[in-house]
Every structure is written in C-alpha cells, then in structure tokens.
C-alpha cells in the first residue's frame, strides 16, 4: 500500500505555504483560482512550484549567511 510523502512537517505553516503559492504564480504570469485548479497545465504548475523551490533555497541560503 502506498503512503502519502507530502505530510507537512510544520501543518502550521500551510495558510504562509498557500499564500506564497499564490505570490509565486502572479509573479510568473500564472492565473491560480481558489480551490482546484486542474485545468493548470503541467509547464505552468512547474514553474510556479520550480520558482518557490528556488526562493526557498535562497531564504535559506541568505539564513545561513546572516549567522
């Protein structure tokens, strides 16, 4: 039986995860509806999730460096 590997380590954090989701999309032209958004195509859905993999990288990086 499959598990599901997409828990939230922090469940707190979904209403800043969703928003900055939201942020990402407007930034790369993306339209996001509330609620499902299946008509998204996959290079879409792509490059809002690559643009907030990169930003988060960054975040951390930038984190790192201030210490």
């Not at 209403?15 to 790369?28: G, N, R, T």
């Not at 032209?29 to 879409?44: A, H």
């Not at 930003?55 to 984190?63: C, G, P």
């Given at each position: ?39 998204l195509s ?9 643009n907030m ?15």
């Amino acid at each position: 039986m499959a598990t599901n590997s997409n828990k939230k380590l922090v469940p707190e954090a979904m209403d800043a995860l969703d928003k900055f989701k939201y942020e990402v999309a407007s930034e790369v032209g993306v339209t996001l509806k509330d609620g499902y958004n299946g008509n998204l195509s996959s290079r879409d859905a792509g490059r809002i999730g690559g643009n907030m993999v990169k930003k988060l990288i960054q975040q951390a990086e930038n984190n790192m460096a201030n210490k």
